[in-house]
Nanobody, 119 residues
């Protein structure tokens, strides 16, 4: 099993920056890809960004390209989401996720951290 714990959420104003962290523990050698998802009130959970754990290849949703950056620290088993130029529509619960198979489903999830962006 892999455990994921997010941190770094909060209340910010539009245009501000915030960095989320996700610390992985347990059988971290099983991790192939880590990602961030978000769920806004009344909406389905949506993909934000992902990073390949070994090679560092990144993927982003169009809505965050150029504003968000995903990175990892393998030594700390931690993935980060740097969010710049935040907009009110970025308000959501942000979830960290991990998967063992590159093209498989995400099979490990964190508990989520709230990000609120005021206008």
């Amino acid at each position: 099993q892999v455990q994921l714990v997010e941190s770094g959420g909060g209340l910010v104003q539009a245009g501000d920056s915030l960095r989320l962290s996700c610390a992985a523990s347990g059988r971290t050698f099983n991790i192939n890809v880590m990602g961030w998802f978000r769920q806004a009130p009344g909406k389905e959970r949506a993909f934000v960004a992902s990073i390949n754990w070994s090679g560092g290849t990144t993927t982003y949703a169009d809505s965050v390209k150029g504003r968000f950056t995903i990175s990892r620290d393998n030594a700390k088993n931690t993935v980060y989401l740097q969010m710049n130029s935040l907009k009110p529509e970025d308000t959501a619960v942000y979830y960290c996720a991990a998967k063992s198979v590159r093209f498989g489903p995400y099979n490990y999830w964190g508990q989520g951290t709230q990000v609120t962006v005021s206008s």
